[in-house]
């Protein structure tokens, strides 16, 4: 609340409280009958238009406040007699002992509509508002709101609601002779009421018995009715009282009286008022309070350095220049708009500029209003920080600058000429009101309409520099000027803005006029502005034809060449300029423009008009770049003056449309340029719908981008890297016959390693390609069957294995898709023949066929498989003690070296780490793919920033690890292994992306339909292959990992030093042990302290032990299916004796198995016995142990396993140990048959396939010693499972 409203005096304030009871008690007696004490402010909610009161019923809130339009209750705040402020205020005021009157003001915002034109505020609905409740004396003065209504209720006979009658209203009921009058201040006193308008104006109601309201009216004013004085002057400050009212008014600047106080009511005389002598020259006043029997009360402040002249003297100008603006809205401007010739005007070229400008001229005159509001609440001028002119002018002239814009935009266009054509016949009408609208604006007459009507509208603009002069005054004044400084270079640079503006309109406007209109049809526009042109600054066209005159002319937004009657036009935002180098030539004086698709070499005419127009045409095209697109492709453009650009940039955003004979003819480029070409992210159409988004390069296509076309109504789509427009790299296609392929491209054909899903066939390659066709090694599969061998040109070529529809397993060598020479094939039922073949499935010469009895034929075989074969040979029956299931001895030798297989993804990831080739990598190769790694995160980053998982991952790895030490430690190997796991979830980095690869070529090969148990083999080698080759690529990244020549020990770096010191073990400069090579059946010799560490100090390095924890995850679905295929029968024998065991008892069963009785010890540690309690105990013994050794399938590597495995038997050893209180060592007699009972009880389905996978693939190193010891006793009890003899 403003200082106004609050009491000079702590004794007024004691005064208040104690009588407000007495007030109120009166106030709501008929409403409510509480009586409860309140302070002298309130807050409430108002919306900005009041429902029908008549619907509402009055609510009282908890302490008694009523709410009587159904709104958010009235809360009472402390009682400190101090008011609230807030942005939005409402009035809400009674008075006086026997109260039978309130009044509430509620801000609502001002749309007015005439004559078709709408013309909105800029001001917003109500929103948040706070509302006071005063005592006697008093006063509340809201913040800057526009449109008002006064809403009354209470006792009326003395007419004192305002409603025109002598009537009482129970509710609140609009004042409808306040409506929209601005009103912002509100006084009661006992009868009667005051309201002050924004303009300065004075309404007063009620009680008129001693003249306090008009000296020449009658005893009552039923209806708000307009004071004189305020109509002559402005008034600021006003308070009534019982019988005299005090009006606080400011003379105009220059006056020789500052202003003073009148006073109306008994003993005056005139209708004007009588003027306190002793105010004439009082500073603004702080308070101004009027009371029963014409007591009166004034505070003000010395003004001994002017400065509270110097505000009053701005408050007054200030009303004074709003009410002028008001009287021209309302005498001019309303009333051109609700002409009859406004509605085919605003169809005119004119017709947008125009209604804009009458638009923003409403909002500014708004603005103003709300200006004289927020001044008139200025008592000191520190509070002018409050002030939006000072405290936040940027925003406060931005109205000003909207409406200037709009105005230039009108003049340039001359359509104030064309205005005062349209309008004449009102104008000449209204000659009366034209010559008063001037006379009050001081401003001198002249015939000339156009002048009138331009100098009237321009008055508002001419207002910013009358501002600037305003508030360097009153700095002058002050002793600490510093908080004007903002405002005043704000105002400063506004009004050299408006100044240079005007100017150019002036200039452009006489440019239309000189130049014919076959020239300016279609180059006319209102924002457009000449800033040079080549008759006035001389320009030629270097080479140009003398028949045709070449002229030059520069807008703010376009280059224009206009040659005879035709002109070209050149966007800024596509114009780049250079400049001749060559001194002392022709060249010196040349200017060169480069445009997409065009260029102007100029010629000027000397170097004084040379640098004048190179200074010109940059300052041009920034400050057109400064508002026109700051934000990169894909963002919205900014387009303000706020943020200007300092230099002209070379790279650009802009939208073209290519007009020359080419490939791009027709097609629309949006995006970023650089020296007339597309340059940077951007996005191309053509005209048959085909749209490119993505990266361009010196005008060509290049980068990252995605191609969307449509072939037959049918969308294809293209994503990858692009090289003049060819794909070339990456890339992932979705065709429109439904085919999709997702690998590398060269000149925008197949080349590399790819997949290749085809609907038409049902089919899937993937593989290598060269030139758009298969070549090298690849997998097909076609519904089924399997061909997984080398290619040349789409044709099978070279060694390969195929797996048929029927189950026939076929291996040898290809050629143009047959199967020559040396193959083999197998059927399903285990029959095999391996010799010469002619065909797929046709054999000629020599070979050997062997049944699946054991018998085998041994001669010449001619025919087909599929229709018969003529065979010529001797027929062997299989020995009784023959092995009947055996491989053929070509089986896995005619097919394609496993370290020959998937070639090319190597290659990718060893180019993408710029380390191409086979050679070893070196220190200058880790550097160079680390700058590749952070080169790919730092695009990615930019360009994926809007995908969470993306973003996660690239804040994760964007940080390169310590990498290239001199020596491994433990703790340096462990933080490799972090990272990798990292990379491996991340398919964008090389790491990921090979990785993610690998699987999917691997789950192709080996899983699926065409699955068959023969291809474990293939399967184990290839998976031993990739491993170690994705290992090489990891020491790239990471040299000091150990070769893969041996396992190799690393220590931690605790024990590194404590080894060094000892002398027990010669360590390498690389950190490994070079005599502790483990060697088959060797042990690695370690120091007596060393064996003293824990074990987690040291550590073995394999190849496998690091890669398939990363590997296994994703391969070992495929990889432990053809396992179980290949031992099927086995494990389904194993599986049925394991299910009888498991129906005995744990007593039966321990001692079928011949587990000493010492060793039957149930979960709780007791032993059993042999009675009946005992009989019936089942899955009691050894339970923990079960459990652990039953996790073993879930673990996906063989070390992890080997660990379950090591756990299990260390858990029976502490069982046992717990249960047994004399000393033992185990012997194998005593732990084969307890191992053996935790087996059966574990029910590892697959037991069998297990053990094999864990026997293939671990490292040989861990097939020695304790774990090798405990692998060799699972080995043995699954045996021992399978033989031994069921109970």
Wanted: hydrophobic share 35%; proline share 4%.
């Amino acid at each position: 609340m403003p200082a106004e409203s609050v009491d000079s005096t702590a004794d007024s304030k004691v005064k208040v409280k104690e009588k407000l009871p007495q007030y109120m008690g009166s106030m709501w007696n008929s409403i409510t009958k509480s009586s409860s004490a309140v302070t002298s402010a309130v807050h409430t909610h108002l919306v900005s238009k009041i429902p029908l009161l008549d619907k509402l019923k009055p609510q009282v809130s908890a302490n008694g406040v009523v709410d009587d339009m159904g709104l958010t209750p009235i809360v009472l705040p402390p009682q400190t007699g101090e008011a609230s402020s807030g942005n939005k205020c409402n009035t809400l005021e009674t008075r006086e002992d026997n109260y039978q009157m309130s009044l509430l003001k509620a801000a609502t915002s001002q749309c007015i509509k005439k004559g078709g034109l709408p013309l909105a505020s800029s001001l917003s609905e109500s929103q948040l508002a706070t509302s006071s409740l005063t005592a006697p004396q008093q006063e509340f003065s809201s913040s800057a709101c526009i449109g008002t209504e006064v809403w009354s209720w209470g006792g009326g006979e003395h007419g004192q609601l305002g409603h025109g009658d002598t009537l009482d209203r129970p509710h609140p009921c609009l004042v409808s002779s306040l409506l929209d009058l601005q009103v912002y201040r509100v006084h009661c006193s006992l009868h009667s009421a005051l309201a002050l308008t924004t303009d300065g104006k004075v309404y007063g109601w009620g009680d008129n018995t001693h003249k306090q309201l008009l000296y020449k009216a009658g005893p009552v004013l039923l209806q708000a009715t307009v004071l004189p004085i305020s109509v002559k002057l402005p008034v600021t400050n006003l308070t009534i009282g019982h019988e005299h009212t005090l009006l606080r008014v400011i003379y105009p600047v220059g006056a020789v009286s500052k202003g003073g106080v009148f006073w109306m009511g008994s003993n005056c005389l005139n209708e004007l008022g009588t003027r306190l002598q002793f105010t004439n020259n009082l500073g603004h006043p702080l308070c101004m309070g009027a009371g029963p029997n014409s007591i009166s009360s004034l505070s003000t402040l010395n003004d001994e350095n002017g400065v509270h002249t110097e505000l009053s003297q701005l408050i007054a100008s200030e009303i004074q220049f709003y009410r002028v603006l008001l009287d021209i809205q309302s005498e001019l401007v309303e009333p051109i708009i609700q002409s009859d010739n406004m509605t085919d005007m605003l169809d005119s070229p004119i017709g947008e500029a125009l209604q804009h400008m009458f638009e923003n001229l409403f909002i500014l005159v708004d603005s103003i209003g709300v200006n004289c509001q927020e001044l008139s609440g200025v008592s000191d001028a520190s509070e002018l920080r409050n002030v939006s002119l000072v405290g936040n002018c940027r925003s406060y002239m931005t109205s000003f600058s909207v409406y200037a814009t709009h105005f230039h935009n009108l003049l340039a266009m001359n359509g104030l000429s064309k205005l005062v054509e349209r309008v004449k016949p009102i104008l000449l009408r209204n000659g009366s009101t034209l010559t008063s609208l001037l006379e009050r604006c001081q401003l001198e007459f002249t015939e000339d309409l156009v002048v009138t009507i331009s100098v009237l509208l321009q008055l508002p603009l001419r207002r910013v520099s009358e501002y600037h002069d305003a508030v360097e005054r009153i700095q002058l004044q002050l002793e600490d000027g510093s908080m004007l400084v903002s405002s005043l270079n704000c105002l400063e640079k506004e009004k050299l803005h408006l100044s240079a503006q005007f100017n150019l309109a002036e200039s452009t406007r006489i440019f239309w006029e000189n130049w014919p209109t076959a020239v300016t049809e279609g180059l006319k526009e209102s924002h457009r502005r000449l800033v040079r042109e080549s008759q006035t600054l001389p320009l030629s066209l270097l080479g140009g034809s003398k028949l045709y005159k070449n002229s030059f002319a520069l807008f703010n937004d376009v280059f224009v060449h206009i040659q005879g009657q035709v002109h070209k036009i050149y966007p800024l935002e596509k114009l780049w300029i250079e400049s001749g180098t060559s001194k002392g030539t022709l060249h010196e004086l040349e200017i060169h423009l480069i445009m997409p698709e065009a260029s102007l070499t100029l010629l000027a005419s000397n170097t004084a008009e040379k640098a004048e127009w190179m200074w010109v045409l940059s300052q041009t095209v920034t400050n057109w770049l400064s508002s026109y697109k700051l934000e990169p492709f894909g963002h919205h453009p900014v387009n303000h003056r706020g943020n200007m650009l300092r230099t002209t940039p070379a790279h650009r955003v802009a939208t073209h449309m290519f007009y020359k004979s080419g490939p791009l003819q027709g097609a629309v480029y949006k995006g970023m340029w650089l020296k007339g070409k597309m340059h940077g992210d951007g996005q191309i159409m053509w005209a048959d719908g085909k749209v490119y988004t993505g990266q361009f390069s010196d005008g060509v296509i290049k980068g990252y981008g995605k191609m969307v076309s449509k072939i037959d109504g049918k969308v294809e789509s293209i994503e990858g890297h692009w090289i003049n427009g060819k794909l070339h790299g990456f890339a992932k296609a979705r065709y429109a016959n439904g085919d999709f392929y997702t690998g590398f491209y060269k000149d925008h054909q197949f080349n590399g390693h790819g997949v290749l899903k085809q609907k038409s066939t049902s089919s899937v390659y993937i593989g290598e390609w060269k030139n758009g066709r298969k070549h090298g090694y690849g997998v097909l599969d076609i519904k089924g069957e399997k061909y997984l061998g080398q290619w040349c040109r789409d044709t099978k070529q070279g060694p390969a294995l195929q797996i048929t529809l029927d189950g026939s397993y076929m291996e040898g060598t290809f050629h143009n898709n047959k199967l020559i020479g040396q193959g083999l094939i197998m059927t399903s039922d285990d029959t095999y023949y391996e010799g010469n073949f002619t065909g797929l499935n046709e054999v000629n010469g020599r070979g050997v066929m062997m049944m699946s009895t054991g018998d085998s034929i041994t001669g010449t075989f001619d025919g087909s498989w599929a229709t018969g074969i003529k065979v010529t040979g001797v027929y062997s029956k299989a020995s009784p003690t023959e092995d009947t299931v055996r491989l053929p001895q070509l089986f896995g030798k005619l097919s394609t070296d496993h370290d020959l297989k998937w070639v090319e993804l190597f290659h990718h990831s060893k180019v993408a780490l710029g380390c191409a080739g086979d050679k070893a990598a070196t220190e200058e190769d880790c550097e160079k793919a680390w700058e590749k790694v952070a080169v790919l995160f730092a695009s990615l980053r930019s360009r994926n920033a809007n995908q969470v998982k993306k973003k996660f991952y690239a804040e994760q790895l964007e940080k390169i690890p310590l990498h290239n030490l001199p020596s491994m430690s433990l703790e340096h190997y462990r933080s490799i292994r972090q990272y990798l796991l990292k990379a491996c979830e991340c398919d964008f980095h090389p790491l990921g992306l090979l990785l993610s690869n690998l699987v999917d070529v691997y789950r192709t090969s080996y899983s699926g339909t065409g699955t068959h148990p023969r291809l474990l083999t293939h399967a184990r080698e290839e998976l031993m292959s990739i491993t170690h080759r994705y290992y090489d690529v990891i020491r790239i990244l990471f040299p000091e990992l150990p070769a893969e020549c041996s396992p190799q020990k690393i220590l931690s770096k605790s024990c590194l030093e404590l080894t060094n010191s000892s002398g027990d073990l010669e360590v390498t400069t690389s950190g490994h042990m070079t005599n502790n090579n483990i060697a088959l059946g060797s042990e690695i010799p370690q120091s007596a302290e060393i064996e003293d560490k824990n074990t987690e100090d040291c550590e073995i390095i394999t190849p496998t032990l690091l890669i398939f924890p990363l590997l296994m995850p994703k391969v070992y679905e495929p990889l432990f299916h053809l396992y179980a295929l290949q031992n099927e029968a086995a494990d389904e024998k194993y599986w049925s004796r394991v299910q009888r065991f498991n129906k005995q008892c744990d007593l039966t069963l321990l001692s079928y198995l011949g587990v000493p009785e010492k060793f039957w010890i149930i979960k709780e540690g007791n032993s059993l016995d042999a009675d009946l309690n005992s009989m019936s105990i089942k899955n009691g013994c050894y339970v923990e142990a079960i459990e652990i050794l039953q996790r073993l399938s879930t673990y996906l590597t063989p070390a992890e396993k080997l660990q379950s495995l090591q756990l299990t038997f260390d858990k029976i050893n502490t069982v046992v140990k717990n249960h047994l209180t004399e000393k033992f060592v185990w012997s194998m007699d005593d732990l084969f048959p307890v191992f053996l009972f935790v087996v059966i009880r574990s029910r590892l389905r697959y037991l069998g396939s297990e053990i094999q996978l864990m026997d293939d693939l671990m490292d040989d190193h861990l097939e020695y010693g304790e774990l090798g010891l405990m692998f060799t006793t699972l080995k043995a009890c699954h045996l021992q499972i399978q033989t031994e003899k069921l109970l």
